[in-house]
């Protein structure tokens, strides 16, 4: 089976042939040397200083965004969830069980976010705001300089999941001013789920020495303390934090931009050679990690069996409202012009 999906991906080699040794024990200046390594590494892939705080959780992303919202907001806040598909909904689910409140944009589907939207919201007493830069169910990429500008204008503390657009687009924490950064390991960075990452810059970090601490695994303080020695207050998957670091050490080597730019190119190439006759791709606009296949027969589900079944090509179905109309193709992980080739001739006869 050949992984075209948004995550898990393709793994490379490499990182293959770590997960199959054994799991060392974690409590040693030669495993904190590695994690220690990894904050350093993965600030300087988000553009970040180092004083910013790295939890490194062992769960996944939905785990992140929980924590972040819980440790940075409380009842006394009122939060604004751009919600532009399942992910946006997620948030919203999330503030409701720990009873923050909060309003939604709502953004209907096919819609570009834009200051048109954002204008009905402002000066309305909102604390802060909760965007998935890249909402993984519609493949819709956010403005970032947008959301940035409006959360200056109106004082909000800005919260960003970039689950799915990490190490797919380029991603500036401290130029835009994103006060909170979410992030896993299955997606862009193509390692095995179970890790996930919350980024606070220094401002967040001192407010939320005001909010009272809700949980006890995501208490996020004793993440922090820990990992400047290199550590974590609990069991990390320890494996899936030397894959990680393998990784970023490789992105580090080859350069983050160029890495960027071959997933860039893969984008291009698969969206030049998609036979647009049978297709479309949505108007708004697009994260490199994948692409948004409209079926105009609405025969997604269809088109999604015929490749798993009989060409053993993993594609992202979706559930809900655009299940016949969307298939998600993924272009991240380890996955060759050839492979992609094969899939654009399938696609285009299918
Ligand atoms: C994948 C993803 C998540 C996390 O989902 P999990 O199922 O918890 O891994 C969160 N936000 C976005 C935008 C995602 O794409």
Redesign the pocket.
């Given at each position: 089976m050949t992984l075209f999906t948004?995550?898990p991906v393709e793994m490379d080699k490499n990182i293959l042939e770590l997960s199959s040794q054994q799991v060392p024990y974690f409590r040693t200046p030669e495993f904190s040397n590695i994690t220690i390594d990894l904050d350093r590494l993965l600030k300087k892939t988000i553009g970040t200083v180092s004083d910013s705080k790295l939890a490194i959780l062992t769960?996944?992303?939905?785990?992140?965004?929980e924590a972040a919202v819980i440790n940075v907001f409380d009842h006394t806040d009122k939060l604004l969830i751009v919600n532009g598909g399942g992910?946006g909904a997620?948030f919203a689910e999330i503030c409701a069980v720990h009873n923050i409140p909060f309003e939604e944009l709502n953004l209907p589907y096919g819609e570009t976010l834009s200051q048109g939207h954002l204008e009905q919201f402002q000066n309305k007493y909102f604390t802060g705001l909760l965007v998935?830069?890249?909402?993984?169910?519609t493949g819709q990429l956010y403005s970032i300089q947008l959301l940035s500008n409006f959360c200056k204008k109106n004082n909000l503390i800005l919260v960003v999941?970039?689950?799915?657009?990490y190490l797919a687009d380029p991603f500036e924490m401290d130029k835009y001013s994103i006060d909170v950064t979410?992030l896993?390991s299955?997606?862009g960075l193509a390692v095995a789920?179970g890790l996930?990452f919350v980024i606070v810059n220094q401002k967040t970090h001192t407010r939320m020495e005001g909010v009272a601490n809700k949980s006890f695994y995501f208490n996020l303080s004793k993440y922090f303390v820990d990992v400047e020695r290199g550590q974590t207050p609990y069991t990390p998957a320890v494996s899936t934090i030397l894959q990680a670091h393998k990784r970023l050490e490789y992105i580090d080597k080859i350069s983050l931009e160029n890495y960027l730019n071959e997933i860039r190119d893969r984008a291009v190439f698969f969206r030049d050679k998609l036979d647009l006759d049978r297709y479309s791709i949505p108007e708004y606009p697009l994260s490199n990690i994948m692409t948004p296949v409209i079926c105009p027969k609405d025969n997604a589900e269809k088109i999604y069996e015929t490749l798993k079944e009989k060409y053993q090509i993993m594609v992202n179905p979706i559930g809900g409202e655009l299940q016949h109309k969307l298939l998600r193709i993924g272009h991240v992980g380890s996955i060759t012009y050839e492979e992609i080739d094969r899939l654009l001739s399938i696609l285009n006869k299918i």
């Open positions: 948004v995550g769960s996944s992303g939905t785990g992140a965004m992910f997620r998935n830069i890249h909402e993984t169910s999941d970039a689950i799915s657009s979410i896993s299955n997606k789920p996930s």
